[in-house]
């Protein structure tokens, strides 16, 4: 192998220019030649190709976003479309490929692999947490302390104004980000897609935390846990007990900014663990760390087993907000 590509995919997440970097920089380590392709499937079906050394990754582990970019392609879903992915990356002469992102991303690169034998290895981008062989993605970290920053503010004007308010973060499939956010943030109710709440139940908890003398609620919901996201809930909360509420959605707030040092150190390891993948012989296989090991898991078991929330965290959650 002498020749490896790099992409990032889907959602950006915080972190993903770490792993990058660390593609980069350990590929060029093994004396590899890496190519850096821009805006994900889309600019691979363009041959978007730029090489990538060590001085083209300096001062980018700090940065948010994605320095390759990236992009939807509508056209790399159907078979034409990859195979004119797949032409373009062989003339190119790219032994192997490193795929940094979600579910979508993973599902591509197997595709590639499937259809076109294209050797590649993926590293999980993505700030929901939900994929299956890692403990943590890239950016999930980052995508929380910038959550709670946000709820920690929040608290401080429903105090100040004995309000409610029902925050909605990011997880339309996975309630990762809610449930950690609403510990460590105080919340006195959580709602995750993996445990439906009902609008009368929440509306009783929120009237029992008031009968204990509490003056202000937070209510973190995830984006999937309640259908019509923060705003159906807090309408059919009032309909059904006259508790009025604010509601404030953090939205893509929630994945710009910063990598935390934890995200840097992930997704330092994990591009690293990508480019040993692949010189090991590996392909089609996710790299993730369990507990504080590199694990390869196939990517069709990456994506399609489900990844459940801590319960035990869930639990404590309730006890705590007692």
């Not at 889907?10 to 990058?20: F, S, T």
């Not at 040993?276 to 078991?301: N, Y």
Request: include cysteine; proline fraction near 3%; hydrophobic fraction near 40%.
């Amino acid at each position: 192998m002498k020749r490896i590509g790099v992409f990032t995919s889907g959602g950006d997440a915080p972190g993903m220019n770490a792993a990058i970097r660390a593609v980069v920089r350990t590929g060029t380590a093994y004396g590899l030649e890496v190519i850096g392709i821009r805006r994900g499937y889309a600019g691979m079906i363009e041959g978007d190709f730029v090489p990538l050394g060590p001085r083209d990754v300096a001062n980018t582990l700090q940065r948010g976003g994605t320095i390759l970019l990236t992009a939807r392609s509508a056209e790399f879903k159907t078979p034409e479309g990859r195979a004119k992915a797949a032409e373009n990356l062989r003339r190119a002469g790219l032994d192997g490929l490193v795929c940094i992102g979600g579910d979508g991303s993973y599902r591509g690169a197997l595709k590639l692999l499937e259809e076109h034998h294209i050797p590649v290895v993926g590293a999980p981008g993505t700030i929901d947490n939900d994929l299956y062989g890692t403990d943590f993605t890239i950016g999930f970290d980052t995508a929380v302390n910038t959550a709670l920053d946000a709820i920690d503010r929040i608290r401080d004007t429903a105090a100040s104004h004995e309000r409610v308010f029902f925050i909605e973060v990011m997880g339309r499939h996975a309630g990762f980000i809610a449930l950690e956010v609403g510990i460590a943030g105080g919340a006195e109710v959580i709602v995750l897609p993996e445990d439906p709440l009902p609008a009368s139940v929440c509306a009783e908890v929120i009237s029992q935390s008031s009968a204990k003398g509490k003056r202000s609620s937070i209510v973190v919901v995830a984006e999937g846990g309640y259908e019509g996201g923060a705003e159906a809930l807090a309408r059919d909360v009032k309909a059904c007990s006259g508790i009025e509420a604010r509601v404030t959605v953090l939205g893509h707030i929630q994945r710009g900014g910063s990598p935390t040092a934890i995200d840097r150190v992930l997704a330092s390891r994990l591009g690293a663990g990508c480019v040993d993948a692949l010189l090991s012989g590996a392909s089609g296989v996710a790299v993730g760390e369990v507990d504080g090991e590199i694990r390869l898991t196939p990517f069709r078991e990456a994506v399609e087993r489900r990844k459940d929330i801590n319960r035990k965290k869930y639990e404590l959650a309730k006890v705590l907000a007692l």
